[in-house]
């Protein structure tokens, strides 16, 4: 009788764990990716070429974006908010850019370009509902993680990976300025990369 409810039990937690969200491929997924600890990203890195979504009005279909495409030949400034709708991304660090737009142009940026890894809905109803949209902002999902990691700013989690905050100018795909939030959100913010432009 022991041998046949341990036999049970063990057919139930297999079950179980194959619609767990740690299957042995997500594991092999995840373990992989965090063996490939990336440096993070610095002043003379050449961003990667990544496809990342772009939100459309009326809920069509997302547009893929190639990041590497979109920058070349442009200065651009780029930068990544932990989550979309979130307190400190919607009340400084999206305000700051919104309303440095003018100011950025004047010195030579040709395109701002926003990035969560939020999905492209949330994204373009963000940058929608914001104002940044209106404002030139491209509003752009990473929904895959795939350029925060590749930039070494992801905040792995069994839930959701998130982006750390930053900010970074780069002209031709090359990082020419970037700004961490490790000392304080603020570092992120327009008014501080328009200082150092």
Same mark, same amino acid.
Request: net charge neutral; with cysteine.
């Given at each position: 009788?022991?041998?046949?409810?341990?036999?049970?039990?063990?057919?139930?937690?297999?079950?179980?764990?194959?619609?767990?969200?740690?299957?042995?491929?997500?594991?092999?997924?995840?373990?992989?990716?965090?063996?490939?600890?990336?440096?993070?990203?610095?002043?003379?890195?050449?961003?990667?070429?990544?496809?990342?979504?772009?939100?459309?009005?009326?809920?069509?279909?997302?547009?893929?974006?190639?990041?590497?495409?979109?920058?070349?030949?442009?200065?651009?400034?780029?930068?990544?908010?932990? @989550?979309?709708? +979130?307190?400190?991304? !919607?009340?400084?660090?999206?305000? $700051?850019?919104?309303? =440095?737009?003018?100011? #950025?142009? /004047?010195?030579?940026?040709?395109?701002?370009?926003?990035?969560?890894?939020?999905?492209?809905?949330?994204?373009?109803?963000?940058?929608?509902?914001?104002?940044?949209?209106?404002?030139?902002?491209?509003?752009?999902?990473?929904?895959?993680?795939?350029?925060?990691?590749?930039?070494?700013?992801?905040?792995?989690?069994?839930?959701?990976?998130?982006?750390?905050?930053?900010?970074?100018?780069?002209?031709? @795909?090359?990082? +020419?300025?970037?700004? !961490?939030?490790?000392?304080?959100? $603020?570092?992120?913010? =327009?008014?501080?990369? #328009?200082? /150092?432009?």
């Amino acid at each position: 009788m022991n041998l046949l409810r341990f036999l049970v039990v063990s057919a139930l937690a297999t079950f179980v764990r194959s619609f767990s969200p740690h299957t042995s491929a997500a594991i092999h997924r995840h373990s992989s990716t965090s063996l490939k600890m990336t440096a993070e990203v610095k002043v003379g890195d050449t961003l990667p070429s990544v496809v990342l979504k772009e939100g459309q009005a009326n809920y069509e279909s997302p547009k893929d974006i190639n990041l590497r495409d979109l920058i070349k030949g442009k200065k651009v400034a780029i930068f990544a908010v932990p @989550g979309a709708f +979130t307190p400190g991304c !919607s009340k400084s660090h999206l305000p $700051s850019f919104i309303t =440095a737009q003018e100011e #950025l142009k /004047a010195k030579g940026v040709e395109l701002t370009i926003c990035i969560a890894t939020n999905d492209a809905y949330v994204m373009e109803a963000w940058g929608r509902t914001s104002g940044g949209s209106d404002a030139g902002i491209m509003f752009l999902s990473d929904a895959n993680a795939e350029l925060s990691r590749a930039l070494g700013l992801a905040i792995e989690s069994d839930v959701m990976v998130r982006t750390k905050r930053f900010s970074l100018i780069a002209d031709d @795909g090359v990082v +020419t300025h970037y700004f !961490s939030s490790a000392g304080q959100s $603020s570092d992120t913010w =327009a008014p501080n990369v #328009l200082a /150092a432009l």
